[in-house]
């Protein structure tokens, strides 16, 4: 087989899979909660665990100095911004839970937490960013596009990043994959660790 239609047949396939996931996504995106105060805050201190679980759209996670999570969001269309519903839970305690859903990939979300705090995210379609975080990462994606950026690589004791069909670029590692079941594991003398999954897309790690 030709470089060209292997190639071919990597897009093809890729594309295949991030079409069936999004339609499957985005059938069952139906909001089961009303619309939420944008933005909607909750207090938080420093050092706890938050996971969240993100349904579609453009999301930025971001590490501060303030001691809450705040979710805001924007979309060129104003009567979209009535149907996101954001759920925030374990205001006075060391873990908390973030539910957010919207109308699709019409919305772009920034959830701004505790710079040292350990997040776990799982999210099902569309784009992620993480900055700012001290802490523990772990990114869970279905389909779409992940960026991780680190303040210091060495900060982490593990650092590791797998995806089923698509491309994993960390130049902190020199690591640059692509295919099929492509994966990568780096440790150091850190305290953090780094996880991050998707089925298909790109995921891509750098230093801030």
Known sequence: ????????????????????????VCSSAALAEPPSANPSTM???AGGKIRMNLN????EVVGG??????????????????EVSVKLEGSGTKEAT????????????????PKQSNVNIDMNAGT????????????NLLAGEMLLRLAEPTHYRTVSAAVTVG???????????GGFAR??????????????????????????
């Open 128 to 139: 992620l960013e993480v900055r700012g975080i001290l802490g523990d990462i772990e990114a």
């Open 98 to 113: 973030l539910t957010m859903d919207g109308p699709g990939n019409r919305i772009e979300y920034l959830i701004e937490v």
């Open 43 to 45: 207090s938080f201190a």
């Open 56 to 59: 579609v759209g453009s999301v």
């Open 167 to 177: 491309e994993i670029d960390a130049p902190p590692w020199q690591v640059d994959l």
């Open 65 to 82: 100095t303030e001691e809450n999570i705040k979710v805001s969001w924007h979309s060129s269309r104003p009567e979209d911004e009535q």
């Open 183 to 208: 994966s990568f594991k780096a440790t150091n003398d850190g305290d953090s660790t780094v996880r991050a999954s998707l089925l298909a897309g790109e995921i891509t790690i750098r230093s801030e």
């Open 1 to 24: 087989m030709s470089a060209r239609i292997r190639t071919y047949s990597k897009t093809l396939s890729l594309g295949v899979v991030l079409s069936a996931v999004w339609l499957a």
